[in-house]
Nanobody, 111 residues
Framework: QVQLVESGGGLVQPGGSLRLSCAAS????????MGWYRQTPRKRELVADI??????NYGEAVKGRVTISKENSNHTIWLQMNNVKPEDTAVYYC??????WGPGTQVTVSS
């Protein structure tokens, strides 16, 4: 059974940077895709995902400010977000495609 452990959330000042990680255990998949979504009271949206062979997709709200990367051998992904804004405040969820979700990590952008 796949389980996800997320880390790296917290309080960040506007204009700062954050780095989230998500590690999947309980899997030996050679080919897998993972991603980050975020949830606010109004909506859930894609932040970024990375496919089996390293192809990436970025949400419109964060494009140009985030980079997602992947380590296949230990089933881990990282999300680097720069120039964070108050509207980036959300609970960030890791997804192991198609349907295994992490517990979520709170990111708050505030001075």
């Amino acid at each position: 059974q796949v389980q996800l452990v997320e880390s790296g959330g917290g309080l960040v000042q506007p204009g700062g940077s954050l780095r989230l990680s998500c590690a999947a255990s309980g899997t030996s998949d050679r080919f897998f895709a993972m991603g980050w979504y975020r949830q606010t009271p109004r909506k859930r949206e894609l932040v970024a995902d990375i496919t089996n062979f390293g192809g990436t997709n970025y949400g419109e709200a964060v494009k140009g400010r985030v980079t997602i990367s992947k380590e296949n051998s230990n089933h881990t992904i990282w999300l680097q977000m720069n120039n964070v804004k108050p509207e980036d405040t959300a609970v960030y969820y890791c997804l192991y495609y198609p349907n295994i979700w992490g517990p979520g990590t709170q990111v708050t952008v505030s001075s």
